[in-house]
């Protein structure tokens, strides 16, 4: 009788231990199978890889359970029915009193809808002054915006990127981005284990019963709950060097002719080109870049790195290399120089500054560039080729 007890105390021994691996293990695939797309949304709209997985991994049980199953939704997103307009799921026939979940054709479709629903979102702006590598801030972050009710969603999400290495894939993203600002600003902890192949683990993984209960103990973590967004605490007074995310309400004056330099022949060509440790313009928002991002006539511009094409920008602006190109005016095979403004926006039809005084080597499309106006526009304003008009003239900008 007691070999009998005893073989059936080690069976369900043998049994829970395996459950609990299996856990762990799949939480591993999951990542495997879903690493790529978070860093290619990472690449796109500038939300952490290692947030984007983390939540992924918290909201639905490393996609195991039933809204991830029959909706393919990874993050909980509710239906909030005043915008959206897609499928719906429900885990029950009682609609009156369950929760109405987003429901997407494909799990990539749910990864993408999370990307838009935190970059085209007001109460997260200040996430992305953030460095795309900080996840302890971005975590923070979205609890202080109201991502989530439950108190310990900031450690919960910390515990998994650092329990699973996730923060290994947003430091990929940013040297593939060339952004070494980000890397510098926060130093990468050393791993315990590397989880580049997740399959086939070096060592015997740490048993976790749940995804969501990846906090170290003694803490205890909530079953994770639908995403309903809750009331974000007042947004703290920005310090004196930090830009503050709402622009002032009154439109800063644009610079002077004094304020900005002279036309710079490269290549052959004039590009207006700017100081990037000294802009003369007031800086902006733009949801798709870490870069800095200033306005110039009420259009929002970036200042070009060495390396930069039209394409590569173009990509991680979230638009065409067609209309990058049209926006400043490019209708050859020319790139970016080190230091060119590159707008990315349609320039005004507008300008508070009436005339230009044409100095040596001014051609149109630099005269359109420095002062943020179509350069359509500049050419009807004035008639003829510049050739026209000597040195000391003044051409039309925003004049009538």
């Not at 939300?47 to 997985?53: F, G, K, N, Y």
């Not at 991502?147 to 998994?160: H, M, V």
């Not at 070096?202 to 019963?209: D, E, G, H, L, R």
């Not at 590009?271 to 733009?286: C, G, N, Q, S, T």
Request: net charge negative.
């Amino acid at each position: 009788m007691k070999n009998i007890m005893l073989s059936i105390i080690l069976c369900l021994g043998i049994c829970c231990g395996f459950a609990q691996y299996s856990m762990d293990d799949q939480i591993y695939d999951y990542i495997d199978a879903y690493k790529d797309l978070a860093m290619q949304e990472m690449e796109l709209y500038k939300v952490p890889a290692s947030i984007t997985l983390a939540q992924a991994i918290y909201s639905s049980k490393a996609g195991s359970n039933k809204v991830a199953k029959e909706a393919n939704n990874h993050f909980g997103i509710m239906c909030h029915t005043s915008e959206w307009t897609g499928e719906t799921f429900y885990e029950t026939d009682n609609r009156s009193s369950d929760y109405c979940y987003r429901k997407y054709k494909s799990v990539a479709e749910s990864y993408r809808d999370h990307s838009l629903f935190i970059s085209q979102r007001s109460r997260y702006v200040k996430l992305f002054y953030f460095p795309i590598t900080d996840y302890k801030s971005w975590a923070n972050g979205l609890k202080e915006a109201g991502y989530s009710a439950n108190p310990r969603y900031a450690d919960t999400l910390i515990s998994i990127i650092e329990k699973y290495y996730l923060m290994h894939y947003d430091r990929k993203v940013a040297q593939k981005m060339g952004d070494t600002e980000a890397l510098q600003s926060v130093a990468e902890p050393k791993p315990e284990r590397i989880t580049e192949t997740p399959s086939a683990p070096a060592t015997k993984p740490v048993a976790v019963s749940e995804p969501e209960k990846a906090v170290q103990e003694p803490v205890s973590v909530p079953t994770p709950q639908p995403v309903v967004e809750t009331k974000p605490a007042p947004a703290p007074e920005p310090k004196k060097d930090e830009t503050p995310v709402t622009p002032p309400a009154k439109a800063e004056p644009q610079p002077t002719e004094a304020a900005v330099p002279a036309p710079e022949k490269v290549n052959g060509r004039n590009v207006f080109i700017l100081d990037p440790y000294a802009v003369p313009f007031k800086e902006a928002y733009y949801p798709y870049t870490s870069r800095p991002v200033y306005e110039n006539n009420k259009t929002k511009f970036i200042i070009a790195k060495a390396g930069d094409t039209y394409q590569k920008l173009a990509t991680s602006m979230q638009m065409s290399e067609k209309n990058l190109r049209l926006y400043n005016d490019v209708y050859d095979e020319s790139e970016p120089i080190e230091d060119e403004v590159i707008y990315l926006e349609m320039k005004s039809t507008k300008s508070p500054v009436e005339h230009h005084k044409l100095a040596e080597g001014d051609t149109y499309r630099y005269i359109a560039q420095r002062y943020g106006v179509q350069l359509k526009i500049i050419i009807k304003r004035n008639s003829g080729s510049l050739s026209n008009y000597a040195i000391g003239d003044s051409i039309c900008i925003g004049c009538k």
